[in-house]
């Protein structure tokens, strides 16, 4: 069976883990700081601070950002439902608004007054934030697809446009860390909150004996492990190689489907780059086309089931309001991408999916 997606692992990252295991520390080493470093290098921001997730990252920028239950959170409801839910988590009320059917990106015109907006770079494809139509107070950037992505205003992570760049480092996404996940930020104060808060709100440990350390606020265990973060530190090194992997295999699909009716994934345009962690193409039948697919061999994925179908976002979010999202969903489809696809398995996707859709 061909995966939809997968994780790419190579001797020296496995090299990388068993280095930390013979090492003295497990968790609270070095090992995280590297990989932060390293996170700080490639996307430009002045702080990076690891998670033990990317829903876990998302949680702690929207407690670094002080959102809470007065708070109204606009985001996409073609995306994971971490996007919303973690707007949840600090009590916040979620809406949504429609996607931009050109680019499957949250509709950044169409965004009403609200606290807060997050926006997911669906696929890896960077939304415009200059396409903002009224600043809130917080922007939070959900990159979990979108790690080495570039907007004209330089990476997806450096913050340009927005306060805080969450990341996810799950199997399936751009590099892997098992499960890990990262925020990104310019400013000192945010950086701060956001360790304390992965840390049981812990700090001031240096300025008493030995043993002290004071709590102001509550905090989880939201720490990455050394172990997870050695497995980071070698990914990144391969961040440009992976990417460019994703490029070709995706330039491959949309030459492919050219002539057919397919409607094929967007692409980047007007100085901005794509991760291409997703691939989705727009078929009629898609549950159809899915079922004899699988008949093939080939796995694929649906991209989301839009978060306000969810019972537990039912309520106040009518599926009428969002007509561009209730148009893709239907058809979405995501086809096998990762580094490890090689081109004759891409190939037997192509000639099955045309043959599927054709016949
Ligand atoms: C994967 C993902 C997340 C959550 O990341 P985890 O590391 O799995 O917790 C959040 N948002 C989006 C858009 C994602 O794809």
Known sequence: MISYGSQYLEDDDIEAVVGVLRSAHLTQGPAVERFEEA????????????FSSGTAALHGAMQAAGLGPSDRVVTSPLSFVASANSARYVGAEVAFVD??????????????????????HYAGLP?????LSERPRV????????????????????????????FSFHPVKVITTGEGGAVTTNSCE?????????????????????WYYAIDDLGYNYRLSDVHAALGVSQMRKLRRFLERRQALADRYHAAFVGTSIIRAPRAGGGFSH?????????????????????????????YIPIYRHRLYEGGHDPHLFPATEEAFPKLLSLPLFPGLTEDAQDRVIEALVQVDGG
């Open 190 to 210: 945010l950086a701060e909150r956001l360790r304390r808060f992965r840390n049981h709100g812990i700090h001031d440990r240096g300025s008493g004996a030995p």
């Open 127 to 131: 939304a415009d934030l200059r396409a």
């Open 39 to 50: 996170l700080v290098a490639s996307t430009g921001a002045r702080f990076a601070v690891a």
């Open 139 to 166: 922007v939070i950037e959900d990159a979990a697809h979108a790690l080495g992505a570039h907007t004209p205003d330089g990476p997806v992570g450096n913050c340009a446009h927005s306060d805080m760049c969450a």
């Open 275 to 303: 991760a291409n962690h997703l691939y989705a193409v727009r078929v009629a039948n898609r549950d159809d086309v899915a079922a004899e697919l699988r008949q093939s061999g080939i796995a694929t994925q649906v991209h």
């Open 99 to 120: 996607i931009d059917p050109s680019t499957l990106n949250l509709d950044l015109a169409a965004v009403p007054a609200c606290d807060a907006v997050v926006v997911v």
